[in-house]
């Protein structure tokens, strides 16, 4: 079998002594959590008390308060909430209350999966000044008295978005990479299409975290070396827990020598010990998530998060009969091929296509 693997212990000997330090205190402090969710969960069949709530949000107040005092000495860690005025705020936090409620169900989950992914798009690329502009120009459904056209400005943004490969990190990532290509696409002066890098990426889902294994599988990976020397490499998954699974894929590349001009890495949640270990062993690695949260469980799952991701958005897979990449977009339904009909077409070429 041609698989590349990578060990947790592996991973934990990037930290440094501070962030060991800061995760320990994390960690400390979201305990205090534990004794509040159990009177919660006691409570859920009749009025939950105002006072267990008030509490919570007293500690979860802490654990945001500790969490932008340590990526603030972390410049290439970038939290929407951390970066932006307080007014755009709001909406963060509501995309992200829906995708972690249990009662969400995969439609609306999608819908918010595309969101949380505009707005990330907005932190990396839209929240600087651009001096050059682009414009939009559009004929209108409107015909009377005469037809209509309409002209938008929007930044100029081509440097920055064309040499970009979309890197995809089998499954959950499959549409948050569709969507960032997409919205490259809608920004670029030339109507910029990402070619798609897809990796095989798993985690050994029967260790804990403190001994988990990452597996890359070459077989069912498809990508060309040529076409990710010195570009600009971008990775969307929504869920960033250990970080194992980028680190395995770039050290990888490094072992092909591979280049790239950069990486970012874009979550919709991001635990601080993946985005530390992340930031810790890639160079010229940028990081952009919507939430971050505070700690992983032993299973290695982001505490609160949201479940499984991969899952939420693709349903659930049968170990006996996984389904591969061309079943994955089929299930997405005509809505969403039909919106990402472009990126989608790039996806079955750098499959199909020897």
Known sequence: MNKIILKAQDLDGFLLKQDMENLKTIDELYSRTYPLFEELSREEAGNIMDKNIDN???VYNKLGDLLQDIIAEIPNIHVYSFETPEIMHGEASRVIAKLRNIRTQQPEFIYYI????????????????HKKKNYIFVKTPVTVPVQNYAIHKIPHLDELLENS??????RGALLPSIIMSKEIQEYSNSNYITPFALFKIYRNDKRDENDMEYILDLNKSFFSEKDLEGKHLIFADPMNATGGSLVTIIQYLQTLGIKPASIKFFNVISALKGSLRVCR???NVEI???????ILNKKAYICPGLGDAGDRINGKDY???????????ADFGSNITALYRNQIRKIEETILEP
């Open 281 to 283: 062993a890639i160079e």
């Open 319 to 329: 170990r006996e009969a996984p389904r591969n990449i061309i079943q994955l977009i």
């Open 114 to 129: 595309q969101r949380a992914y505009e707005l990330l798009f907005n932190l990396a690329y839209g929240t600087k000044e």
């Open 165 to 170: 490969v979309m890197c995809v990190m089998l």
């Open 56 to 58: 919570l949000r007293k």
């Open 288 to 294: 952009y998530t919507l939430w971050m949260d505070p």
